[in-house]
């Protein structure tokens, strides 16, 4: 496989492992990119713009990065708090008076961001023109009651927690996330990252698709009383019902929803703009520095860990974002950041001063630790130490 782009001196074992992931992990299309202390070390792409065609990924391919769009959205919430504009440990109905319905009075901002809130899954699902209203996911979680005392217990909100966030910022700023993203972070960082894409850069985006590949490795692969997968197979499991809050799923190829903003699950990305992002959380990139050392400790101490009621295996939260464990390997233990289902990864690491942002558009079953994200987590690893 020919692969495009540069990486620094010392960062070679990550082009030898990005090359590898074509010739023997099935990848079709992807790109990677690695900022340290604010420079670009990797950019790197190559494959199929479509996960089922021939034209070229370019530079500037961007894809669907399904839940890493999570750690992209929490840095609104953090970054208002930062301000002084939001209380995490406030109440969220004290925003969002609508939200204390069926016994969510004491239910706090934070238990939104580290998935302690009770509220992963839908009594009624919502159909995909349902979801893409702004209102309709918000008013359905706002309405339910929770499937635990908020506080007591986490387990990963797949959907939900998009339209919690969303609704919040909404309450707070008068702009959706996606606006608010784009206005204070991605614009000004020139980041290739949007919530809500512009149909005037649809056509960067290439199509997505499933691919075949081997089984993940960590936690996922493990056996446990009950399997993620066997969660899922089960119509009337939790995990099964979160990951099913909207039925059936829209077509990600669909430019309708890729212009809708869900910001638990649709976020467009280059690798580059994920990268920039995170390089941005924790240091400065072209003079522009978003959170501050005490948010970043936010985002990075572990809020939530243990036997995860959605997943299944034992899982770790910070304010917003994944941390590192087996479920979800990262850089070192210091990183934070999120998965996507299905490949997309993006984490930084204050010790190392590493951003790294990696998108395809081959889809696995994969939810938390892909084996192509992983094989190039592991490179960075062997040049960083």
Not at 195 to 200: E, F, I, K, R, Y
Not at 304 to 332: C, E, Q
């Amino acid at each position: 496989m020919d692969v495009n782009g540069t990486v620094a001196e010392g960062f070679e074992p990550v082009r030898e492992a990005f090359a590898r992931n074509f010739d023997t992990l099935g990848e079709r299309g992807a790109a990677v990119a690695v900022y340290r202390d604010g420079r670009k070390v990797v950019d790197l792409w190559a494959g199929t713009k479509d996960v089922d065609g021939t034209q070229p990924w370019d530079h500037g391919t961007a894809q669907v990065v399904r839940s890493a769009t999570k750690g992209v959205a929490a840095a609104v919430p953090l970054l208002l708090h930062q301000r002084g504009e939001l209380d995490l440990n406030a109440p969220l109905s004290e925003y969002w008076p609508e939200f204390k319905a069926h016994g969510k009075e004491r239910l706090l901002v934070r238990h939104v961001l580290n998935h302690r809130a009770g509220l992963p899954a839908l009594d009624r699902p919502l159909t995909p023109e349902e979801a893409l209203d702004p209102h309709r996911g918000p008013e359905a979680v706002a309405a339910q009651a929770p499937a635990w005392e908020p506080g007591t217990d986490h387990g990963y909100h797949a959907l939900t927690y998009g339209w919690m966030l969303d609704e919040l910022v909404r309450r707070v700023t008068g702009q959706w996330t996606g606006e608010w993203l784009a206005t204070e972070v991605t614009d000004p960082l020139n980041a290739d990252l949007w919530l809500g894409l512009p149909q005037s850069e649809e056509s960067r985006v290439g199509r997505t698709g499933r691919v075949d590949g081997p089984e993940p490795s960590g936690a996922l692969r493990s056996r446990p009383k009950r399997s993620v997968t066997e969660a899922y197979d089960d119509p009337n499991s939790l995990t099964r019902r979160a990951f099913a809050a909207i039925t059936p799923f829209p077509d990600q190829n669909d430019p309708a929803y890729r212009a809708a903003a869900l910001p638990a699950t649709n976020g467009i990305a280059t690798a580059d703009g994920l990268a920039r992002v995170y390089a941005a959380l924790i240091g400065e990139v072209d003079g522009i520095r978003l959170f501050d050392p005490p948010t970043v400790d936010l985002a990075r101490t572990e809020e939530s860990s243990g036997p995860d009621r959605v997943l299944i295996v034992n899982t770790r939260f910070g304010l917003g974002y994944m941390l590192h464990g087996t479920a979800s390997p990262l850089l070192s233990p210091a990183s934070f950041g999120h998965p996507g289902r299905g490949g997309a990864l993006g984490f930084a690491d204050p010790h190392t001063g590493i951003a790294f942002g990696y998108v395809t558009n081959g889809f696995r079953k994969t939810v938390t630790a892909d084996p192509r994200a992983q094989a190039l987590v592991r490179a960075v690893r062997t040049v960083v130490g």
